[in-house]
């Protein structure tokens, strides 16, 4: 163990802090509460950032521990042991989950440097170590309270908290400055797919090389008159519906509007089904756990028994555009990716639909419409439904329209797209690097504070030992009582 500074005593969390009052929910008077959830902590800031107003008997049975500002919660559940944060002035008396250790300090403790504990990195790996139980993992309150807690002088308790909140400020602003750069990024791409998918973003290279020797329609046409010529499904060739272009946007010359039915074939996965576990024949399944916008995870795939005949039918191909069928999240619903046969032999299950187009290239502009702001419109638009989910099905699909230039244009957008993107990336990714860096500098003055190199001790502060028999003498206080529990 370190060697203690100068005038500190060595202590545990549970020596410093106060006992927790709780609320019985059948007997107390009847009042609306705001409860204090692990899920609405925002564990990037340490704040809470959102609370659930609730009439008291009809809160979660979970909603039992009275904080009071200046209290630190910290989760006791897995995966939200770093959801921490000290409650404010406006929540005093409020109500919190029992999933949370509500550390209290004790008389002489700076409510502020008990939190900073709280939230260094030391002291969540500790419990993080000592968590038990494989679904539900989790830490008890006696083993957070258990915790070593080098406990300094009150006098430099103050000057070690002024310090810290004084870099941290700095911190903050640079941290704030890179947050808005990510926010202008975001808006960029956005203004990026606008552009490109209205023409505006290739309106110069149509000036500078003149009329395309293809355009929209013609492509079309091409794209037709192949589906038609190598027809393979069931049954006689049928021509797509040409889309309803009634409200759309004004297209530039040479372009049109296309519905995928005309530029694909829209095609769903496999079901699940008891049977398939005996079935000799399987394969990887990707799953909608494996599809997001414009990327695919494929560290957990699953494999699936199938039959040799549904094989051609489900079998992903390169340039396959998976989708998302349903989900609860309205922003969520219609996540798309490019396969590019990462794992051969690879088929979709059936809340994955796949659109089969005639090239790669097509299939990433169709992307990059759908992810646009007037693309993903059409997408929420077709997926509502009135029971408040959102879904897509292959007809709703096929009824969704894409703007089609000629296929050099489409090239040339495509390239831009992928070029501008690379760019955006790039400042992306330095952004995260430097945010990750402003977290391990935070870390950095926790540790120096906490092994009291990160202000001078005084001699003449009073010894941090005759504070801590001082707490350990008082007796428990008693609850307090806040104004709204008087009223209720």
């Excluded at 704040?47 to 209290?71: C, N």
């Excluded at 702001?373 to 096929?398: C, D």
């Amino acid at each position: 163990m370190d060697e203690l500074p100068q005038g500190w005593v060595n202590c545990t969390i549970g020596d410093i802090t106060a006992p927790i009052s709780t609320i019985d929910q059948r007997s107390a008077p009847e009042r609306v509460i705001s409860y204090i959830d692990i899920s609405g902590i925002d564990n990037a800031t340490n704040r809470i950032a959102e609370t659930k107003p609730y009439l008291l008997k009809e809160a979660p049975s979970r909603a039992r521990q009275i904080v009071h500002s200046g209290d630190t919660v910290f989760s006791t559940v897995r995966p939200y042991l770093r959801n921490i944060a000290q409650v404010p002035d406006a929540l005093d008396g409020e109500i919190a989950s029992t999933g949370f250790s509500v550390l209290r300090p004790a008389p002489g403790l700076d409510a502020r440097l008990l939190f900073f504990k709280a939230t260094s990195q030391p002291f969540v790996d500790a419990l993080t170590r000592i968590q038990y139980g494989a679904s539900y993992p989790a830490v008890k309150d006696e083993q957070v309270r258990a915790q070593p807690f080098a406990l300094p002088p009150l006098a430099e308790q103050e000057r070690i908290v002024e310090k810290i909140e004084t870099l941290f400020a700095e911190i903050d602003k640079g941290e704030e400055a890179l947050r808005a750069v990510r926010k202008l990024l975001a808006r960029y791409r956005q203004s990026v797919l606008k552009a490109a998918v209205t023409g505006a973003l290739t309106a110069d290279w149509r000036a500078a090389n003149g009329q395309p020797t293809e355009t929209g329609q013609d492509l079309l046409t091409r794209i037709l008159k192949h589906r038609r010529e190598t027809w393979q499904g069931r049954g006689r060739y049928v021509e797509p519906a040409a889309p309803n272009c009634d409200g759309l946007p004004d297209l530039p010359d040479g372009w049109a509007w296309a519905s995928v039915e005309q530029l694909a074939l829209v095609i769903g996965g496999l079901t699940k089904n008891g049977k398939r576990s005996e079935m000799s024949l399987t394969r990887p399944m990707l799953r909608v756990a494996n599809v997001y916008q414009n990327r695919l995870e494929l560290d957990d795939v699953h494999f699936t028994g199938i039959t040799e005949r549904e094989l051609d039918r489900v079998l992903l191909v390169e340039g396959d555009l998976l989708v998302v069928e349903g989900n609860g999240s309205k922003d969520q619903i219609g996540r798309m990716a490019i396969w590019r046969d990462e794992i051969p032999g690879a088929v979709h299950q059936n809340h994955l639909i796949k659109i089969r187009m005639s090239d790669t290239t097509t299939s990433s502009f169709a992307m990059r419409w759908f992810e646009s702001p007037l693309g993903r419109q059409a997408i929420e638009r077709v997926a509502a439904s009135t029971s408040g989910l959102y879904t897509l099905s292959i007809s709703k699909i096929e009824s969704l329209v894409v703007p089609l230039p000629g296929m050099t244009e489409l090239q040339k957008i495509v390239e831009d797209i992928d070029e501008a993107f690379a760019k955006i990336e790039l400042i992306e990714k330095w952004s995260l690097a430097e945010l990750k860096r402003s977290a391990a500098l935070r870390q950095s003055i926790l540790k120096d504070a906490f092994a009291g190199k990160l202000v001078p001790q005084d001699p003449a502060d009073e010894p941090a030992a005759d504070l801590l028999a001082r707490i350990r003498a008082t007796p428990a206080a008693a609850p307090r009582r806040t104004r709204r529990t008087a009223m209720a």
